[in-house]
């Protein structure tokens, strides 16, 4: 018997297939021993009851998000998959205490009841495709132990991935005739508005009966919505916009099918997304130099849904089954068109924000809505991000420079001159703007790294206003008026370059509005300038109203902008430079929630540039999956040591860094180190009894392969 949480009872279970086991020894039911199950301390045990129906059974799956159960619902009496949403770096659970999960920190605290509410949003999403038999479908959803849980119908069989790697390369007649019901569950799946954007050879189930059914909406996405789970791209079966979280649709399933179609038919994982360039340059091979057995209108039609670039890929599923069957969905007859166009991304679009759909696209074209970096190599990206960077640094120094003094004029520069120059500065308040406000989009704001530059013009009008005053004679002392032939004053300057006092140039002596306007010393009038010494200057918005319109900003994905607004109150005094860095961790936490990679990583930088610590953790784990960064374990590896030597508050990183050095993961394995940061793992006094066991044995382990 096992208590539970609340004093519940229940009869113990096999872990491995749910029947009651009672006896010790072997399951009578499926012969292994349950007492040689051992799950993890931040598992739920075996035996277990959620929500007063789900039994819980042994770990089908883990990923850095969420866990896996086999589970049994006691109601219907079948076997059930649990999935419980439980993010690895933000919370920890000991299961000899207690079943709820609890945050490192009270900072993980929204993030992760973020996250909670995408989870069970995963679950609403799955539940539209009910319809489609090729998919498996949801049952139930809930919450329960501070975490969320989704009930799924269990599926019995073989992944392609386990066929491919037990029999060798899939035969294409026999692959094809596999996955011609799933194109169509799939097309079905799209029309209804849904990106599964995780399909690969393990998430594709071949059940006993031979037919097969699709796995694994952790990453799913409505298309015409929020996305509903963080994704960790499958490399060689993710498309390249999946690296950089914009424009997709259709086409990136598209492009993942055609990548597990190449697998399975070749036996070998296609190069990353982003190593591959369209052209003879491309690393990927056609599966035909690699022994499958496609016809050339087959391989073609495999070639194109594997384009790098994803308008020169088939647009829809509809498509690729036309393509590689000869047929239509709907049986009809296909032939190639004679001409076959880019046909772009105007179905199925992403979230556009609340200007955009004010006014539209201004232009048709899209090149022009790309962020920088698209369609450019990998290690060009970051230097663009570094310029967006440059841009901000350079909208603080525009004040000073707009409001100091420009001292004389170098030897050897007519005096004219400067005003012209002074005319050029005034023109660069205008070319900064860029876009009005309103019809700008993200895209042209990251394009352009956007802000706001103050205007200068008020400084420009007080030095013109001045006429017959070159401003680069502002600040050099006066000789005093000199008495002209017509009874009018005149100032006089010391001589530049060796020339006489008396010497004036051509242009200023037959010029008439300079040699017959009295100077600014003799006219009052000029010196004082009514209307703009007496003219207010208009008050700075209130904290209060720059906080709505940042918020207001964020709630419609316009990030950029909404970092702006927050440097603005930053630069007004309402929020310390800390409190800036912590905004801009919110809304690249939110950027990445809506998959905008590129954007996410940007506002870590420069809130990392802030001193943010926070900041820094996540942009390591951006450089370990390659998330809108090339992936870099090396520079992921050097950040999380960075951040243990720092004594991080998030203990994780002295775990990260342990199983770094042990795995020899982004550097050499040093096993003497990997015991060390285990041991301070250890101390940290955030372990409980089993955990702190668990650790000992891998230490115990690491000395004696010393």
Not at 99 to 117: D, H, I, M, W
Not at 172 to 193: I, K, T, Y
Not at 251 to 267: P, R
Request: charged share 20%.
């Amino acid at each position: 018997m096992r208590t539970q949480k609340g004093g519940e009872h229940m009869e113990r279970i096999c872990p491995y297939c749910m029947q009651e086991w009672t006896e010790e020894g072997l399951c009578p039911g499926c012969g292994r021993n349950p007492a040689d199950y051992r799950p993890g301390s931040h598992h739920v045990p075996p035996g277990s009851r959620l929500n007063d129906r789900y039994v819980v059974g042994r770990v089908l799956g883990e990923g850095g998000f969420g866990i896996t159960y086999l589970g049994l619902d006691t109601n219907l009496e079948r076997l059930v998959a649990i999935k419980e949403y439980f993010p690895t770096c933000l919370v920890s659970r000991e299961n000899s205490l207690s079943l709820s999960v609890t945050c490192y920190t009270q900072n993980n605290q929204p993030a992760y009841e973020k996250g909670r509410a995408q989870f069970l949003k995963e679950a609403r999403t799955m539940a539209k495709l009910e319809e489609i038999p090729e998919i498996v479908q949801v049952l139930d959803h809930f919450q329960a132990n501070n975490t969320a849980y989704i009930v799924m119908e269990f599926l019995e069989g073989e992944t392609l991935k386990a066929r491919t790697a037990r029999q060798g390369a899939i035969p294409a007649g026999e692959l094809l005739e596999l996955l011609r019901p799933v194109m169509g569950g799939m097309e079905a799946m799209h029309q209804a508005g849904i990106l599964h954007r995780d399909i690969s050879p393990d998430n594709l189930m071949v059940l006993p009966s031979g037919r097969v059914k699709l796995m694994d909406f952790g990453c799913a996405k409505e298309i015409q919505g929020q996305p509903t789970q963080t994704v960790t791209l499958k490399h060689g079966f993710a498309p390249r916009e999946q690296y950089t979280g914009r424009d997709q649709g259709p086409w990136t399933d598209v492009y993942a099918l055609c990548a597990t179609i190449d697998y399975c038919l070749t036996g070998k994982v296609p190069p990353r997304a982003v190593e591959r360039r369209d052209g003879s340059q491309d690393p990927l091979l056609p599966p035909t130099q690699l022994g499958a057995d496609l016809t050339p209108q087959q391989e073609q039609a495999l070639c194109k849904g594997l384009a790098v670039q994803a308008a020169n890929r088939w647009q829809s599923v509809a498509q690729l089954y036309a393509a590689l069957y000869g047929v239509t969905l709907e049986g009809a007859p296909w032939t190639p068109p004679e001409e076959e166009k880019g046909e772009g991304h105007t179905e199925f679009v992403g979230r556009r924000t609340k200007s955009e759909e004010q006014t539209g696209p201004t232009e048709p074209q899209p090149n022009q809505k790309r962020r920088p970096g698209r369609g450019l190599p990998r290690g060009a990206k970051g230097a663009m991000a570094a310029a967006v960077c440059t841009v901000v640094v350079l909208a603080a120094a525009v004040p000073l420079l707009s409001g100091r003094d420009s001292g004389p004029v170098p030897a050897g520069e007519a005096g004219e001159e400067k005003p012209q120059t002074v005319q050029q500065v005034s023109e660069q308040p205008d070319a900064s703007k860029g876009e009005p406000e309103g019809d700008m989009s993200q895209e042209s704001a990251a394009a352009q790294g956007q802000v706001d530059l103050p205007q200068t013009q008020p400084d420009l009008q007080e030095t013109d206003g001045t006429a017959g005053e070159p401003e680069g004679t502002a600040g050099e002392p006066e000789t005093g008026p000199a008495q002209t032939s017509s009874g009018q004053t005149q100032s006089t300057k010391p001589a530049q370059s060796g020339s006489s006092a008396q010497t004036t140039k051509p242009a200023q002596s037959t010029q008439p509005t300079q040699s017959t306007q009295p100077t600014q010393s003799t006219q009052p009038a000029q010196s004082t300038q009514p209307a703009q010494s007496t003219q207010p200057e208009p008050a700075p918005p209130t904290e209060e109203e720059l906080k709505a319109q940042a918020e207001n900003y964020a709630a419609n994905g316009q990030y950029f902008k909404a970092a702006e607004v927050y440097r603005q109150m930053n630069s007004l005094g309402y929020i310390s430079q800390n409190k800036l860095a912590k905004r801009l961790c919110d809304l690249a936490f939110d950027a990445m929630l809506d998959d905008e990679y590129e954007i996410e990583v940007q506002l870590y930088q420069e809130a990392m540039a802030l001193g943010s610590l926070e900041a820094k953790l996540s942009l390591a784990s951006n450089y370990k999956y390659g998330l809108g960064v090339p992936q870099d374990e090396e520079r992921a590896f050097r950040m999380y040591l960075e951040l243990a030597q720092a004594n991080y508050e998030n203990p994780v990183v002295f775990k990260w860094v342990a199983e770094c050095y042990a795995d020899g993961v982004g550097t050499p394995r040093d096993l003497e180190q990997a015991i060390y940061w285990w041991n301070r793992y250890l101390n940290t006094g955030y372990l409980k009894e089993k955990e702190q066991e668990e650790v000992r044995g891998i230490i115990a382990a690491l000395e004696a392969e010393l």
